[in-house]
């Protein structure tokens, strides 16, 4: 009986051990599991340095698999964003036909174009291969309905590089009902750096200063509520590309704010107003739209006497104040 009972206290010190040792070595694999399970979630909430700003005294990481690419078009909407005048008469946006660029008011149609988007790229350090580049048609105004022509892929080089910038181009069949339309231009990459720079539009007509030039475009109301909306007018042109000055080692480097202030010193809109002697008369100046409801601009442009030439006009219309709906550059012209 001795014998029993000692085997069984053997065996109960034995099964003690067991499971103390086993719950001894099971404390440190949860420690373990949960410390790395909070790494991952505190990982997972980390900004992403080219999105948001990161706390002051920390550096951003700076190795190659971190750098995103930038591709960009003349954009009407993110200039406007940042406080710029614009044209619609979009320098990176064109027409070909026969090897030879066609000019907006003589555009035919049900007719074959080669629509032309040279592509730029803002970053130095990473290139994009396959960049989807997508065109598009709208009617002549702002906010007007969106018409898919085609899409095409471009590899583009960084900055400075080769390959940069790049030419995308597609066939585009015109309506076969005669007018004048909106080309734009989406750039669609998934990781890019800037996605407030990839829409560009053409959207310009040419006409005769007669006495005086009219013309029409429509304005459409494509947000979910009822909106006023006014107009601005100015006669911005892109000036000439600048002079690449020669490198000084000791020139103080800007700021983005102070680049960006400069910018604005130079296309300032307030030195591009009506000139004196010509009238623009709007027609409804401030339209009251419902969601979806599109209206019918009427422009009446009359120059003074003495002109002779080619004057541009560009029309922007916002709502809410200064919400951003769309425009059209017209030029008028006199021989």
Not at 82 to 108: C, H, M, R, S, Y
Not at 182 to 203: A, E, K
Not at 302 to 310: C, E, I, N
Request: net charge neutral; proline share 8%.
């Amino acid at each position: 009986m001795r014998y029993i009972n000692f085997i069984f206290q053997n065996i109960l010190i034995l099964l003690k051990a067991v499971c103390y040792e086993g719950f001894a070595a099971i404390i440190p694999i949860i420690k373990r599991f949960y410390t790395t399970l909070c790494n991952f979630i505190k990982f997972q909430n980390r900004p992403h340095p080219a999105k948001n700003d990161v706390e002051e005294g920390c550096n951003q990481i700076n190795e190659p698999a971190f750098h995103r690419p930038d591709p960009c078009i003349y954009s009407q909407s993110y200039l406007t964003k940042l406080g710029l005048p614009i044209t619609w008469d979009n320098p990176d946006i064109f027409l070909i036909k026969d090897g030879n660029i066609v000019a907006e008011n003589q555009i035919l149609p049900d007719t074959h174009y080669e629509v032309h988007a040279t592509i730029w790229n803002n970053s130095y350090e990473a290139p994009v291969v396959g960049l989807p580049v997508k065109f598009g048609f709208l009617s002549f105004g702002a906010s007007t309905l969106y018409n898919s022509i085609a899409g095409t892929t471009v590899n583009l080089g960084v900055k400075g590089g080769a390959n940069h910038p790049a030419q995308a181009k597609v066939i585009w069949k015109t309506p076969s009902t005669p007018g004048h339309y909106c080309l734009q231009v989406d750039l669609d990459w998934v990781d890019d750096s800037n996605t407030d720079n990839n829409m560009g539009q053409n959207n310009l007509t040419i006409i005769e200063a007669h006495s005086p030039a009219t013309f029409n475009f429509k304005l459409k109301n494509n947000t979910s509520k009822h909106n006023r909306y006014r107009f601005e007018v100015d006669t911005y042109t892109l000036p000439a590309p600048a002079t690449c000055e020669p490198k000084q080692t000791n020139r103080k480097k800007l700021s983005g704010n102070e680049k960006l202030e400069k910018l604005k010193t130079i296309h300032n809109k307030a030195n591009f107003p009506i000139p004196t002697g010509w009238t623009v008369v709007l027609s409804p100046l401030q339209p009251s739209l419902l969601p979806d409801e599109e209206v019918v601009i009427d422009v009446s442009i009359t120059p003074p006497d003495s002109f002779v030439g080619k004057m541009p006009f560009n029309i922007n219309a916002y709502y809410n104040k200064n919400d951003f709906a769309g425009g059209v550059t017209l030029y008028v012209v006199k021989n």
